[in-house]
């Protein structure tokens, strides 16, 4: 049962679920407190299989009050539909599932796109509890991002603002975006892109060094490789060259324009950002002269995103639609 406290705020555990390709995540949260966590393998058989298994971890957790659900791509808070899911398989718009979930579960659900669940859970609980103005970048497949002002998440028009991976960096000449524009942020320092330029340099041999490391498969090459090859590998090093300028450029603009306290970096690729670092605040120390150049961090948490669902969970941000109720019509 939702208890109060004494100015009628619902109080108790949330439960936060990060839908990924691989695995959902879950964290509860209490007043602020992660107090477990923990994943199961996400199913590839469809929308009823993964409906399935986040109802049964809310299953697991009868306490949790609310549920969050955070998932890359587009989707209809409103609605309760998911509108566009990447590396998960199922016809995601024909199917309501905040609703579903709600039904299934008795419980109230959010949705919220996982890079303004990060922001959020880092705005509320993590390291930019306290922060008034600032950015966030998860790198990851893709680029995502948020904006926070005056201490609030800031969604724009129809909540679709934060795009930040889709900022233009090289609008010209540059390669084409997952998205079909040319030159995004994304398709140069997206983890995807950076895997596929450097299984190029494998294809055409101007990499030895990561082609000794993934064995000559092209298909076997990861971010990871990219930026732990960098400082051997004359090939590799342009690319992160090139990612932590471009990185640097789409920064120096955001910081011009907004003048955050913070920028926060997270997602699976933010592990490599000592790699990016020198690049971004070489371009930065030249283009944010007219604003005081933020502090940079990273909160590389495998559970970030659960965190961030479960404080949606718990209170979604001013001007987010209500959460979805059981039996609602």
Known sequence: MTQHNA???????????DLGGTSIKWVTLVDGEVTAR???PTPRTGVDAVLGALAG????????????VAVAGALDPVGGRLLVVPNIAGDWPARAIGRELADATGRPVSLAN?????????????????????????LGTGIGGAIASDGQLRLGYQRRGGEI?????????????????????ESIAGG??????GADLVRTGA?????????????????????GLADVEPACGRLVVRAGRALGVALSGLASALAPEVIVFGGGVAAGLPAFRPHIDEVMSQHTVLVETPR??????????????????????PGYPSPIVPGGH
């Not at 100015?7 to 679920?17: D, K, R």
């Not at 996982?114 to 998860?138: C, I, M, N, P």
Request: charged share 15%.
């Open 207 to 227: 990499a030895p060094a990561l082609a000794e490391a993934v064995d000559g498969r092209p298909e076997l090459v990861s971010p990871s490789h990219v930026v």
């Open 57 to 68: 971890v809310a299953t697991e957790h009868p306490d949790a009050r609310a549920l969050g």
């Open 7 to 17: 100015s009628g705020a619902a109080t108790g555990p949330v439960l936060g679920l």
């Open 296 to 317: 940079i961090v990273t909160a590389v948490d495998g559970f970030a995103g659960a965190l961030g669902a479960a404080a949606w969970a718990a209170g979604p941000p």
């Open 165 to 185: 991976g889709h900022m233009p960096i090289e609008p010209d000449n540059g390669r084409k975006c997952g998205c079909g524009a040319i030159g995004c942020l």
């Open 114 to 138: 996982d890079a303004r669940a990060f922001a959020y859970g880092q705005l509320r609980h993590g390291v930019a509890a306290g922060a008034s103005d600032a950015v966030f970048v998860t």
């Open 38 to 40: 923990g994943k199961v």
């Open 192 to 197: 995807r892109s950076l895997s596929e330029l």
